[in-house]
């Protein structure tokens, strides 16, 4: 890749889990009785079809890894789990007041921090709670995050027997020199016997997460991490772009200099040999950051055009409604966003007085609405198209004049009322998706609020 393109493209901008991004939701307006009435009307419109999807969010670590930038607690003290166990639950128990037939849950992901945090028996009556009021969808997906360190055999047979298939290792980087500089020390030993165990207990899909462009990462680090990375046989991958932020991160990410992580050139470096690493192992690229092999269902939704994203990241299924549990969950009814409390004492406090424990949202409208169509078919399908009256928007003209200079960078092709993104553009992806924030465009931040896109 020319370097001038990575200069040229190397700003700040959103990895768009959600259009409009969180720094341009309309807090103002939004109250918690407009967000009733969303999620309200489209659990009525889709449950019976679609189902809904569940995450929740697991918050308590063990120890601090400088690299992350999720909502989380760091303690050693395992009797938290139980208190936040029962608030969980009990904010389940006060949406599933307010349907007027059992929710059908189609998708369940554990996320966190770190939810092999809790015992294997706890986890179990987390899920043996959200489930008992539901009905499992015929075709569900139950995933979880496990941290390869503390997931025992045990915590993999229970969820197992609960209807998991899905699970992903995080596990960055094998270099001893990098995972003391992001205080996240695991052995390939561990990362090899977590998995393995998967295999044997049957679990369809098992993912790892590495990350590229971390404090002291070398071209080896990251071609040896993903050597073996592919001994082990992982269905799907992502490789992630360290985000180093630590302006809102705080002292979590300064534990080493910012002269110590790779950047610019030598970053996309990392990503487009590690790119091509993977390529030669057989992962395909299906969407920004993600690879999966043939065989993933991931794979297969990608090809089929089905594939979806949304606050989890990539998903396979697409329901309309997702309820985010926990701490910081954020939750999504597909005309509106609604973010948890992130204080543990606060969540607590409004659960105790019975109230569901959102804090802040956005109701999309109808502009939103388009714009975030075109964002997701783009992250999704790497393309998207304006042939329907209903697909264009009065801002168009201008948005393509902006993508000229990426055309002609040969980063995507736009003819026929169509833009497809080419192989050379995927490392752009989000540069271009900033093409049609029309939030952004709008009110460009007058500080940083985001990580460089390279």
């Given at each position: 890749?020319?370097?001038?393109?990575?200069?040229?493209?190397?700003?700040?901008?959103?990895?768009?889990?959600?259009?409009?991004?969180?720094?341009?939701?309309?807090?103002?307006?939004?109250?918690?009785?407009?967000?009733?009435?969303?999620?309200?009307?489209?659990?009525?419109?889709?449950?019976?079809?679609?189902?809904?999807?569940?995450?929740?969010?697991?918050?308590?670590?063990?120890?601090?890894?400088?690299?992350?930038?999720?909502?989380?607690?760091?303690?050693?003290?395992?009797?938290?789990?139980?208190?936040?166990?029962?608030?969980?639950?009990?904010?389940?128990?006060?949406?599933?007041?307010?349907?007027?037939?059992?929710?059908?849950?189609?998708?369940?992901?554990?996320?966190?921090?770190?939810?092999?945090?809790?015992?294997?028996?706890n986890?179990?009556?987390?899920?043996?709670?959200?489930?008992?009021?539901?009905?499992?969808?015929?075709?569900?997906?139950?995933?979880?995050?496990?941290?390869?360190?503390?997931?025992?055999?045990?915590?993999?047979?229970?969820?197992?027997?609960?209807?998991?298939?899905?699970?992903?290792?995080?596990?960055?980087?094998?270099?001893?020199?990098?995972?003391?500089?992001?205080?996240?020390?695991?052995?390939?030993?561990n990362?090899?016997?977590?998995?393995?165990?998967?295999?044997?207990?049957?679990?369809?899909?098992?993912?790892?997460?590495?990350?590229?462009?971390?404090?002291?990462?070398?071209?080896?680090?990251?071609?040896?991490?993903?050597?073996?990375?592919?001994?082990?046989?992982?269905?799907?991958?992502?490789?992630?772009?360290?985000?180093?932020?630590?302006?809102?991160?705080?002292?979590?990410?300064?534990g080493?200099?910012d002269?110590?992580?790779?950047?610019?050139?030598?970053?996309?470096?990392?990503?487009?040999?590690?790119?091509?690493?993977?390529?030669?192992?057989?992962?395909?690229?299906?969407?920004?950051?993600?690879?999966?092999?043939?065989?993933?269902s991931?794979?297969?939704?990608?090809?089929?055009?089905?594939?979806?994203?949304?606050?989890?990241?990539?998903?396979?299924?697409?329901?309309?409604?997702?309820?985010?549990?926990?701490?910081?969950?954020?939750?999504?009814?597909?005309?509106g966003?609604?973010?948890n409390?992130?204080?543990?004492?606060?969540?607590?406090?409004?659960?105790?007085?019975?109230?569901?424990?959102?804090?802040?949202?956005?109701?999309?409208?109808?502009?939103?609405?388009?714009?975030?169509?075109?964002?997701?078919?783009?992250?999704?399908?790497?393309?998207?198209?304006w042939?329907?009256?209903?697909?264009?928007?009065?801002?168009?003209?201008?948005?393509?004049?902006?993508?000229?200079?990426?055309?002609?960078?040969?980063?995507?092709?736009?003819?026929?009322?169509?833009?497809?993104?080419?192989?050379?553009?995927?490392?752009?992806i989000?540069?271009?998706?900033?093409?049609?924030?029309?939030?952004?465009?709008?009110?460009?931040?007058?500080?940083?609020?985001?990580?460089?896109?390279?």
């Amino acid at each position: 890749m020319q370097n001038s393109l990575v200069q040229k493209y190397n700003v700040p901008g959103p990895r768009y889990t959600s259009y409009p991004t969180v720094p341009y939701w309309e807090e103002n307006t939004f109250s918690y009785s407009n967000w009733k009435n969303s999620f309200l009307e489209t659990f009525k419109k889709s449950n019976s079809t679609d189902g809904i999807s569940l995450y929740i969010h697991l918050p308590f670590c063990e120890s601090l890894c400088t690299f992350c930038g999720c909502h989380k607690r760091i303690t050693k003290r395992h009797e938290v789990e139980n208190p936040y166990i029962k608030a969980v639950l009990k904010e389940w128990e006060l949406y599933c007041d307010l349907f007027d037939e059992k929710p059908i849950l189609k998708e369940i992901h554990l996320g966190g921090g770190t939810p092999t945090f809790f015992s294997p028996e706890n986890l179990k009556i987390l899920i043996e709670g959200l489930t008992k009021e539901s009905v499992i969808a015929e075709e569900h997906e139950f995933s979880f995050e496990g941290h390869p360190n503390n997931t025992s055999r045990e915590h993999l047979e229970t969820l197992f027997n609960l209807g998991f298939r899905r699970v992903s290792f995080g596990v960055q980087d094998y270099s001893e020199k990098v995972q003391k500089a992001i205080h996240r020390i695991q052995p390939f030993h561990n990362v090899a016997k977590v998995t393995l165990w998967a295999k044997e207990i049957g679990y369809t899909s098992i993912s790892h997460d590495l990350v590229f462009g971390l404090p002291f990462q070398t071209l080896e680090d990251v071609l040896d991490t993903i050597d073996k990375t592919n001994s082990l046989h992982p269905d799907r991958l992502a490789f992630y772009s360290y985000a180093h932020v630590p302006w809102i991160k705080g002292n979590g990410q300064r534990g080493f200099n910012d002269e110590d992580v790779p950047k610019d050139d030598a970053k996309r470096q990392l990503y487009e040999q590690g790119k091509i690493k993977l390529a030669k192992h057989g992962f395909y690229e299906i969407g920004m950051d993600h690879f999966a092999l043939e065989n993933d269902s991931m794979f297969t939704a990608f090809k089929e055009g089905k594939l979806h994203r949304n606050f989890m990241g990539y998903t396979t299924t697409n329901t309309k409604l997702m309820i985010g549990l926990g701490t910081s969950s954020i939750s999504d009814s597909w005309t509106g966003f609604a973010q948890n409390e992130k204080d543990i004492d606060t969540y607590y406090a409004r659960l105790d007085n019975n109230e569901i424990p959102v804090y802040r949202g956005h109701i999309l409208n109808e502009e939103d609405l388009l714009i975030r169509k075109h964002i997701l078919n783009i992250m999704c399908q790497f393309q998207t198209s304006w042939s329907l009256e209903a697909e264009k928007f009065p801002e168009l003209e201008e948005v393509l004049t902006s993508l000229k200079e990426m055309e002609k960078d040969k980063l995507l092709h736009i003819n026929n009322n169509q833009l497809v993104v080419t192989e050379k553009g995927k490392a752009f992806i989000r540069n271009i998706c900033m093409a049609f924030d029309l939030r952004l465009k709008r009110n460009a931040p007058q500080t940083q609020l985001f990580s460089m896109t390279i």
